[in-house]
């Protein structure tokens, strides 16, 4: 069990840039959820994939970003035009889909925008 | 709608001393309850969950929590702090195992 993993950790990039994150979940998850945290708070949901199959986004997910699931493996969430008020932590998470199974948290990727 | 409130953005404990990080949800349905911790620069780990079985919930590192319904709280505690406690703590609520809805955090400081 090598756990969550997201890539990259850190990014920085400058404003109206667009950027992409990866998010590996642990083998056979098939639910996969992605959370920003901004400095000071706690997580907030922005969208989870049963398998391929996006089955919830949050208000929170704008326009301007965009999360998949191509294959029910990896996810990638895009965030384009990039402001700053996009800076935040990404959190990325996976859980079996039986009831019960709680979530594992991935490191984060660290947005920076400037 | 549900949520969570943490009491208490920052809290300072003796090492040794009993660790009370303070928790109150709102929820329309059964919630599920959880707490996790964040250490700097890594992800949340998942300490203790509470899912309706028994009231008093036992996680991991010596933490526990108590789920009282009417004070709609959810109060984790830990005998003695150890310095390896220090983080952020985050209560959460739920309906599911899916969209967590997260509190704003609880610092934990240990002093020597």
């Known amino acids: 069990d090598t756990g969550v993993s997201q890539d990259p950790r850190h990014k920085i990039t400058k404003r109206g840039q667009n950027v992409t994150f990866r998010c590996d979940p642990i083998?056979?998850?098939?639910?996969l959820y992605w959370y920003r945290q901004t400095l000071g708070q706690g997580p907030e949901f922005l969208t989870y994939?049963?398998?391929?199959?996006?089955?919830?986004k949050s208000r929170l997910l704008s326009d301007r970003f965009s999360a998949e699931r191509p294959k029910g493996s990896f996810s990638t969430l895009e965030i384009q035009r990039t402001e700053q008020g996009d800076s935040a932590m990404y959190l990325c998470?996976?859980?079996?889909?039986?009831?019960?199974?709680?979530?594992?948290f991935g490191p984060g990727t660290r947005l920076t925008v400037l | 709608a549900q949520s969570v409130t943490q009491l208490g953005s920052h809290v300072s404990v003796s090492e040794g001393a009993l660790v009370l990080l303070r928790c109150n949800y709102s929820?329309?349905?059964?919630?599920?309850l959880f707490w996790y911790v964040q250490y700097p620069n890594q992800g949340l780990q998942l300490l203790l969950k509470?899912?309706?079985?028994?009231?008093l919930v036992k996680g991991i590192n010596g933490f526990e929590a108590e789920f009282k319904k009417s004070e709609t709280s959810f109060h984790l505690t830990k005998p003695s702090a150890h310095m390896s406690d220090a983080a952020e703590y985050f209560c959460?609520?739920?309906?599911?195992?899916?969209?967590?809805?997260f509190g704003k955090g609880t610092r934990l400081h240990i002093l020597p």
């Open positions: 998470a996976s859980r079996p889909s039986q009831r019960g199974h709680t979530q594992y």
């Open positions: 083998s056979e998850h098939n639910r």
């Open positions: 994939f049963q398998n391929e199959a996006q089955l919830e």
């Open positions: 929820s329309s349905v059964p919630p599920y």
């Open positions: 509470y899912t309706s079985a028994a009231t």
């Open positions: 959460a609520v739920s309906d599911s195992d899916d969209k967590i809805i």
